[in-house]
């Protein structure tokens, strides 16, 4: 499958958004700090897999996609969620509940 050059950007801001969340965790600076104090440095390197499959025409039904300046925000309780999704969101204690 073919991805739009716009969809490629979009994804790789996601990446830099990811490291920059976990870089102003508090929890991660104060464990890198604790691994530092034993006199280590530490080089963090991450690999993330996107998935993308397009949506079907019946899917799409109803969303015209984000506004001027908006994110995409399933709604959980209509499905829009994959397991797949459910299961990536969940290894950053991301809950749709």
Known sequence: ??????????????????VKALANDESSRALVLEIQSYGFDMALMLEA????????????DGFDGPGEGEGFAPDPDRGQWSEEDKAFLKTFKISLE
């Open 1 to 18: 499958m073919e991805i739009p050059e716009n969809l490629k950007v979009i994804v790789d801001r996601l990446g830099v958004a990811l």
């Open 49 to 60: 897999t996107v998935a993308l499959h397009k949506r079907s025409e019946a899917e799409e």
